[in-house]
């Protein structure tokens, strides 16, 4: 259970923890940053992200049931308040930011202001497996994101579980997908784009399920389809697919404000691996996604 066994660790790094400014994301643009929990094993540095989080924070994850799910909850909030102090300018230290939950629950940042300083308009997702935590971030437009182990475990076999969640289309393209280790991967893809979607609109599951609309995904071009009965959801988003070592990753993003003729423009996308406060790895940068 955390708090965590002290390690020795580099004096210096916990008496004034500093993050690199970083430059904000671009228009059409969305930034990731991911947190492998393996890679973190410093006891001292886990303390250390205890700190920056805020009491009901630091409640939440030791309520949970067990080390591994609590060093997963931590990193996630440690991921998020670094991640978007990163784009202050050291204007506003981790430990400062402030959230609120819209009416389903999307978290969303409550900006200090400060004078002769005009905040970014930040908005930012993140999800988590057990070996992975992700935030995505963008300026201006909305975004989600989902992260899923390439090989997760169904309790029953993939077209029984697509039957109950995904569109009747959805189910259909799988049907058609005879070989095994495929129809499974592209289960996985397909989960991690409609949760994307869902978590971009900020509405929660229980507000748009998954049957009610409908991903294609067909060659380098990725859009959703809304079914006409369907209430408060929309078309006018872009996803990235990301295939990392262990996982899949789904980014949606609202679309800009287009002109005529801008419709084509694509999603670019650049992900990083940190350990917050230790090093940062910039591992993709990807300029041709839809």
Same mark, same amino acid.
């Given at each position: 259970?955390?708090?965590?066994?002290?390690?020795?660790?580099?004096?210096?790094?916990?008496?004034?923890?500093?993050?690199?400014?970083?430059?904000?994301?671009?228009? +059409?643009?969305?930034?990731?940053?991911?947190?492998?929990?393996?890679?973190?094993?410093?006891?001292?540095?886990?303390? !250390?992200?205890?700190?920056?989080?805020?009491?009901?924070?630091? !409640?939440?994850?030791?309520?949970?049931?067990?080390?591994?799910?609590?060093?997963?909850?931590?990193?996630?909030?440690?991921?998020?308040?670094?991640?978007?102090?990163?784009?202050?300018? /050291?204007?506003?230290?981790? !430990?400062?930011?402030?959230? /609120?939950?819209?009416?389903?629950?999307?978290?969303? %940042?409550?900006?200090?202001?400060?004078?002769?300083?005009?905040?970014?308009?930040?908005?930012?997702?993140?999800?988590?497996?057990?070996?992975?935590?992700?935030?995505?971030?963008?300026?201006?437009?909305?975004?989600?994101?989902?992260?899923? @182990?390439?090989?997760?475990?169904?309790?029953?076999? %993939?077209?029984?579980? *697509?039957?109950?969640?995904?569109?009747?289309?959805?189910?259909?393209?799988?049907?058609?997908?005879?070989?095994?280790?495929?129809?499974? !991967?592209?289960?996985?893809?397909?989960?991690?784009?409609?949760?994307?979607?869902?978590? *971009?609109?900020? +509405?929660?599951?229980?507000?748009?399920?998954?049957?009610?609309?409908?991903?294609?995904?067909?060659?380098?071009?990725?859009?959703?389809?809304?079914?006409? @009965?369907?209430?408060?959801?929309?078309?006018?988003?872009?996803?990235?697919?990301?295939?990392?070592?262990?996982?899949?990753?789904?980014?949606?993003?609202?679309?800009?404000?287009?002109?005529?003729? @801008?419709?084509?423009?694509?999603?670019?996308?650049?992900?990083?691996?940190?350990?917050?406060?230790?090093?940062?790895?910039?591992?993709?940068?990807?300029?041709?996604?839809?």
């Amino acid at each position: 259970m955390l708090p965590f066994p002290n390690e020795i660790f580099t004096r210096k790094l916990f008496t004034v923890p500093s993050l690199p400014p970083h430059p904000l994301p671009s228009p +059409r643009e969305a930034h990731l940053w991911c947190i492998v929990p393996d890679e973190v094993k410093c006891g001292s540095l886990l303390n !250390q992200y205890l700190k920056i989080l805020s009491p009901c924070e630091r !409640q939440a994850v030791f309520g949970l049931n067990g080390a591994k799910l609590q060093k997963g909850a931590l990193l996630a909030r440690t991921l998020v308040r670094t991640t978007l102090s990163r784009y202050t300018q /050291s204007k506003i230290m981790p !430990q400062s930011l402030r959230f /609120s939950k819209n009416t389903y629950g999307k978290p969303q %940042v409550v900006w200090q202001h400060e004078e002769g300083w005009i905040p970014p308009c930040l908005h930012f997702n993140i999800s988590h497996s057990s070996s992975l935590v992700a935030c995505a971030v963008t300026v201006d437009l909305q975004v989600g994101i989902d992260v899923e @182990d390439k090989h997760r475990k169904l309790k029953h076999d %993939v077209l029984s579980f *697509a039957r109950r969640f995904f569109s009747p289309n959805e189910v259909e393209f799988l049907h058609g997908t005879s070989d095994p280790l495929i129809q499974q !991967q592209e289960f996985v893809k397909l989960w991690t784009l409609k949760e994307a979607y869902v978590k *971009a609109l900020g +509405r929660g599951f229980s507000a748009a399920p998954f049957r009610n609309f409908t991903v294609r995904h067909q060659e380098s071009r990725i859009a959703v389809e809304v079914h006409s @009965d369907s209430e408060n959801l929309t078309e006018n988003w872009q996803f990235a697919l990301l295939e990392l070592p262990t996982h899949y990753a789904s980014i949606c993003v609202e679309k800009a404000g287009e002109k005529e003729g @801008d419709g084509n423009d694509s999603l670019k996308l650049k992900v990083w691996r940190t350990i917050p406060f230790v090093e940062d790895e910039c591992i993709s940068v990807t300029d041709a996604v839809v």
